[in-house]
Structures are given as C-alpha cells and as structure tokens.
Nanobody, 128 residues
Framework: QVQMVESGGGLVQAGGSLRLSCSAS????????MDWFRQAPGKERELVAA????????YYADSVKGRFTISRDNAKNTLYLQMASLRPEDTAVYYC?????????????????????WGQGTQVTVST
C-alpha cells in the first residue's frame, strides 16, 4: 500500500519558520517530480513548490519565492519544505504529492490529474 505522510505542521508566529516533511512508503518516488500544494479556508488549491525527479530543478509560486525551499532525499524517499519568514496568509493545509511525470516544467500550476499519489495534509497556522 502506497502512503505519503506529511509532518511538521503546527502553529507559529509571523516571521517564524517550519520544516515540513513528506515520508513516502510502499514504492519509491525517485523517478517522479514532487510537489507541495496548499489549500487555505475558502480558497482553491495552490501549487506552492515543485521539484524534478533528481532534485536539481525547482519551482516556486511568486507568493513564497525567497522564503520557502523545496528539497528531496531520494535515498530516504522523503520530500521537504523549509518555510521561513512565515506570514498569516501562509495559513493553510499543506499537501505533498507525487506527479506521474519526472518533471514539472510546462505544468507549474495545481492540476489534480497530474498526481499519482498525495498525502492527507498537515495544518500550518501562522498567527499575527
């Protein structure tokens, strides 16, 4: 059974940092691009960051560029999102997902049909 489990969310003050992890089991994702996307209350899902299969290319939404860093450790089958300088508008449920494709280029946006697997999400709440 394939599982993707996010962890590391929580409550943090504005300006603080969090590191999200996504641990995958049941199969290896070393050939898949992987994403972090988020959904805030009352809003549509938004692609936050993406990384290609080998980890040498990344994409960031303009809203998080310069503050968030996506990375992966294929040996550990784990995806990370380091979040710094957090803002109240970053409050959302954060999900990790594995794409069918090894690359995200050409699809730098949230597209549910692009995902082979995704996790249940972890809540991030940023207070003022």
């Amino acid at each position: 059974q394939v599982q993707m489990v996010e962890s590391g969310g929580g409550l943090v003050q504005a300006g603080g940092s969090l590191r999200l992890s996504c641990s995958a089991s049941g199969r290896t994702f070393s050939s898949n691009a992987m994403d972090w996307f988020r959904q805030a209350p009352g809003k549509e899902r938004e692609l936050v960051a993406a990384i290609n299969w080998i980890g040498d290319m990344t994409y960031y939404a303009d809203s998080v560029k310069g503050r968030f860093t996506i990375s992966r450790d294929n040996a550990k089958n784990t995806l990370y999102l380091q979040m710094a300088s957090l803002r109240p508008e970053d409050t959302a449920v954060y999900y990790c997902a594995a794409r069918f494709a090894p690359d995200y280029r050409g699809k730098e946006y949230y597209d549910a049909t692009a995902y082979a697997y995704w996790g249940q999400g972890t809540q991030v709440t940023v207070s003022t």
